[in-house]
């Protein structure tokens, strides 16, 4: 989740209303903004995912407004009509095919809300942009530019200007290899005939979108007039991020303006109108859904709180939705907005009587009986994770090819790459680090593996194991015998079939493979002085590993998909 | 050996009361036929028990000198020299006296010196020669009584010398070089009340019966442990350690988990740790583009690298959803979405994906599951990140539940695990709303998260058929188990340190 920082005397003059901190600490883990510290008058929050309208100090006071009750029905943004136009070529088609724009004047910057509008660019980047994948803003000084602006594609050899921050005119492919947001960001153009440019009347590089601005048309303390652009593919997600930058904005007294668009060979549309939408919703639906009895009424006057103009219809609510709040999909995101301005910690919970049986998963059942088999035997439970590597669970195991494993595209670290296909290997690799821990050693482990299955619907299948291993100064193959003999009879098998096993991973002769209902289910021995050497063990190993799911497939049944 | 020690002080306190409970271990040595250093250990031992007390001393101590030793045995020279006078009828020159009393001439000096100190003879010069004048043997002088005694008691302590009124003359010895002075420490011992108390209480015998360590089957069958004595053990000795065979205090933790969780009427249900897309995110409304999606923030596997989507029904509900909302009320994501993204395996990123599958097979409420397992996210392993952790997930679905409810559960779910105060605060998951986030109050580490939750959006529970509505939770249960349990680091919680899990409280 994304984090912001605020000034805490910032915040308090655009609310209007000075609260002590630990106070306003309270209030803004209520509506969505976890603090996580404060230090030295800056507050850094936590913003709920689903919020970038919080994303600037200016969003997060308007919100607080209202849960305050200082402001009713949101704030009402006059909306002029720009005479600044935006034409739009054929070109950005199969690059980056739509633009939204604003203007936004009579601002009076001071060092905090210029950071802020700094900020609040850089966090919509990261998320309702994704990473500017999806959307990229750009903010100019109009004063420098001479409308009407042409958004457009050129051929990167056609593109040269002075990028942001740069002293000198760059070519495109220059900003991509030596710029630091051409680094960052080249491969979202990489490999494109064209890249998007946004030029005005003169020739004047605004940007080169979703990379850099110019150096030219940037953005100082001085600017009082604004020219706001966000590029990208899916025209919502462009008017959201536009509208939530200019309502920042006009939270400081400045004014927003619509700018015309026009796409060459298409339709003319008005951007950053800021209309907002309507939306119907039961009070009853609401009321149901939080376990609340409130009067239609009384929830209307919560949603006009939570900035929300609401009509009141019946028994039903209409509110209007602020084109800054992209997360009203559906009504109950309006009944979480009632349920946030009743306040969370008003809410009174209500015992759970659902007239249930609890019970566990069979399987379940049977692991605790057989874990405690094993404790009985003496054994020490250890717990390993499933992730594992290739090397440890197949070549330092002597097992050359012909064992397929599922395996991780992404991997984070080389000693987690692939999902373990046994269990020995974890309880092998446990001992290698107590070597110099008092003997005799008796370990076990009951746990999962994963193998494919190309016919299953996860195109892999999961099998419960249990491992145990022995090590001593003297350790054989009947020690380890006698416990899987043990374990077989405490399970009720009364018989099975033993069956000498050639296995790479232990000492020839030393293994065998027990047989019980009709499937082989038990791999035993002592294991091979080469695991042991390369694992550094000092002691012989006896080990063996358990398949329960074929051994007990009543009591699995319900681990299937 | 451990045993005889045992015995031996048993003697030693029998031996103090009879002796009132005083003497010098030099007695009890003595006396009791032991060796002084393992006796010393045996009192030592008895006074940590609090049943003797010793102190030590120091005396001085006088031995003969080799030459002392000589003339205990041949006499003192002058004793010798006048005796020899004596034979020689009472007047006798030097050196006859010195031949007859087969002394060396340099002795001669010494003798003549000490006769006439001790006023047995006379001595005259007649004609340069010296002449030895004594006419009856003198009787024994306290000096050499004295080396008399020293010989035959090898020595004397200051003491028995006082006593003896001899001190002077072990004095006069010394200065002789015929005695030497030592000083040697002494101890001595006293019974304490304890001691006295337990003195009474023993019984010493000496053992009439063969004794035996080993209580054999043949002692038994043939009744012959009846003719023998076993030997005693010192029962205080340390034994070797056990290392009794154990569960692992996590997972013990997570089946007290399950087990307050069936208590409170959940059923438990599994699911596979290898999950599609679809079930992982698709279900749960998370769009396609959703940054939990990216490989930052889920496993995607190599190998294998497609499953298969459950129904072409459902799937094609899901992703109208997505798209505009499908008959959900909502306005969805608007985008295009793609079954191919849906059909991609990853690594199960949240317990929840259980929940669903679960939802999507119960049409019919109540519906009250649970799913505790491991959960999987692209992190390296760290002192507080793990790729690998266990999640518990449930649902609660009936008609006329709400948020109340979800918020119900919570109190009691936490009270049952030791946390009375709790508190909601609003949260986001892309599958529900309202969602709620939940602490609990910590004694140290104050307000703790430890759960999200919220009501299943209509967007995730009507493709699946479920007109009710449901309440879903999950809770990172291996952070809970570090909060419950005092541990500061994940990995502890798979640790492969055998001791830390031998000792470890059950």
């Known amino acids: ?561 | 050996m451990t045993w005889k020690i045992e015995e031996a002080s048993q003697r030693i306190l029998k031996f103090l009361a009879d002796r009132k409970g005083k003497a010098s271990l030099s007695e009890i040595c003595e006396k009791l036929k032991l060796d002084p250093s393992p006796a010393m250990r045996t009192l030592l031992t008895l006074q940590e028990q609090g049943l003797l007390k010793t102190f030590e001393k120091h005396e001085r101590f006088f031995k003969l000198t080799p030459e002392g030793e000589a003339y205990a045995s041949r006499g003192l020279p002058e004793r010798r020299l006048v005796e020899a006078a004596v034979r020689l009828g009472g007047t006798a020159s030097l050196e006859e006296s010195l031949k007859e009393a087969s002394l060396p001439r340099e002795a001669g000096n010494i003798a003549l010196g000490w006769i006439v100190r001790k006023g047995w003879g006379k001595i005259r010069r007649e004609k340069g020669k010296t002449l030895v004048e004594a006419f009856h043997t003198p009787a024994e002088g306290k000096d050499e009584t004295l080396l008399r005694l020293m010989a035959e008691k090898g020595g004397a302590d200051s003491q028995w010398l006082e006593a003896q009124g001899l001190l002077g003359t072990a004095l006069e010895l010394k200065r002789r070089n015929l005695v030497e002075e030592k000083v040697k420490r002494l101890r001595d011992v006293e019974l304490t009340e304890a001691g006295w108390r337990q003195a009474g209480e023993v019984r010493v015998e000496a053992p009439r019966k063969p004794v035996v360590t080993v209580l054999t089957g043949e002692l038994i069958r043939s009744g012959k442990w009846r003719e023998v004595e076993f030997r005693r053990y010192d029962v205080s000795a340390i034994p070797p350690t056990l290392h009794p065979g154990k569960k692992h205090f996590y997972l013990e933790f997570l089946e007290e988990v399950r087990d307050i969780l069936v208590a409170m009427g959940f059923e438990e249900v599994w699911g596979p740790y290898v999950e599609t897309e679809f079930w992982n995110f698709d279900v749960l409304f998370q769009p396609q583009d959703h940054p939990a999606r990216e490989i930052h923030d889920s496993y995607q596997l190599k190998y294998p690298r497609f499953g298969r989507l459950p129904s072409r029904s459902l799937a094609l509900k899901v992703g109208k959803t997505h798209k505009d909302g499908w008959k959900t009320g909502s306005k969805g994501w608007k985008y295009k979405w793609n079954p191919e993204v849906a059909r991609r395996l990853v690594m199960r990123s949240q317990t929840t994906a259980v929940s669903v599958r679960q939802l999507s097979a119960r049409q019919n409420p109540p519906v009250k599951v649970f799913c505790l397992s491991r959960v999987f996210r692209p992190d390296v392993l760290d002192a507080k990140h793990s790729m690998e952790f266990h999640q518990c997930d449930g649902i609660m679905g009936d008609w006329g539940l709400n948020l109340r409810h979800l918020l119900g559960f919570f109190k009691e779910f936490c009270r049952a695990l030791g946390f009375k105060e709790v508190k909601f605060r609003p949260g986001y998951f892309p599958f529900t709303e309202p969602s709620v986030e939940v602490f609990v109050k910590h004694p140290t580490l104050g307000w703790v998260e430890v759960a999200g939750s919220g009501v299943f959006r209509p967007e995730v529970t009507l493709p699946l058929g479920a007109r009710f509505p449901v309440l879903a939770w999950g809770a990172g249960i291996g952070r809970l188990a570090m909060v419950k349990l005092g541990i500061g680091d994940i990995r502890e919680l798979h640790t492969r340190n055998l001791e830390l899990l031998r000792e470890a409280e059950v």
Request: proline share 6%; with cysteine.
């Open chain 1, 1 to 561: 989740m994304p984090t912001l920082t605020l000034e805490y005397e910032d915040l308090c003059s655009l609310l209007g209303v000075k609260i002590p901190l630990k106070k306003l600490e309270n209030l803004l883990g209520l509506i969505k903004c976890q603090v996580e510290k404060t230090e030295n008058g800056n507050i850094t929050v936590e913003v709920t995912a689903d919020r970038p309208d919080l994303l600037s100090v200016e969003g997060v006071a308007r919100t607080l407004r209202g849960f305050l009750g200082r402001q009713k029905g949101g704030p009402t943004y006059k909306i002029g009509e720009s005479k600044v136009k935006v034409k739009v070529s054929r070109k950005v088609k199969a690059v980056r095919p739509h633009i939204a724009c604003a203007v936004v004047s009579g601002v009076k910057f001071t060092s905090a809300s210029i950071a802020q509008l700094m900020q609040l660019q850089e966090k919509l980047h990261e998320t309702l942009c994704r990473r500017r994948r999806k959307a990229s803003i750009g903010v100019y000084d109009i004063d420098k530019v001479k409308p009407p602006i042409a958004y457009t594609a050129l051929k990167p050899e056609e593109i040269a200007f002075t990028p942001l921050e740069e002293a000198r005119q760059m070519s495109a492919s220059e900003i991509l290899s030596e710029n630091p947001k051409g680094v960052e960001y080249r491969h979202l153009l990489e490999g494109l005939p064209r890249y998007p440019l946004l030029v005005d009347s003169r020739g004047q590089v605004l940007s080169m979108p979703p990379i850099v601005n110019s150096e030219e048309t940037k953005v100082t303390l001085e600017t009082r007039n604004l020219f706001i652009d966000v590029t990208g593919f899916n025209p919502e997600v462009l008017e959201e991020a536009v509208s939530i930058i200019a309502s920042s904005l006009a939270e400081r007294k400045a004014r927003i303006e619509a700018v015309p668009v026009e796409y060459e060979g298409g339709k003319r549309l008005w951007t950053c109108t800021m209309k907002p939408r309507k939306m119907t919703v039961e009070a009853s639906a609401i009321n149901s859904l939080l376990g609340f009895n409130l009067p239609v009424r009384r929830l209307a006057e919560i949603l006009e709180r939570m900035g929300f103009q609401t009509k009141v219809k019946g028994g039903k609510l209409e509110a209007s939705i602020p084109a800054y709040r992209c997360d009203i999909l559906h009504p109950v995101d309006l009944a979480e907005d009632v349920a946030i301005g009743f306040n969370y910690d008003l809410i009174k919970p209500e015992p759970l009587k659902v007239p249930t049986t609890g019970k566990l998963l069979s399987s379940t059942k049977v692991r605790r009986k057989i874990r405690d088999l094993m404790a009985g035997f003496g054994f020490q439970e250890v717990a390993s994770y499933i992730l594992s590597s290739r090397e440890a669970q197949t070549v330092r195991m002597r097992l050359e090819g012909g064992v397929r494993l599922v395996e991780l595209a992404n991997p984070t670290s080389s000693e987690y790459t692939v999902i373990r296909c046994w269990v020995i290997p974890s309880l092998l690799e446990f001992l290698s680090r107590n070597i110099h821990v008092e003997y005799p050693q008796r370990v076990f482990e009951l746990g999962d593996v994963v193998l494919p299955d190309l016919k299953a619907e996860t195109a892999t299948k999961v099998e419960c194991r249990l491992a145990a291993a022995i090590t001593d100064f003297k350790v054989s193959y009947e020690d380890v015998q006698a416990a899987a003999y043990s374990l077989l009879r405490q399970l009720g098998f009364k018989d099975w079939k033993v069956k000498p096993a050639e296995h790479p991973s232990f000492i020839p002769g030393r293994a065998a493979l027990l047989e019980a209902n009709g499937v082989e289910t038990v791999l035993l021995g002592e294991i091979h002085p080469q695991i042991l050497e390369s694992l550094q063990l000092p002691n012989p190993v006896a080990a063996m590993e358990v398949n329960l799911t074929s051994l007990l497939p009543e009591a699995f049944q319900c681990e299937k998909v």
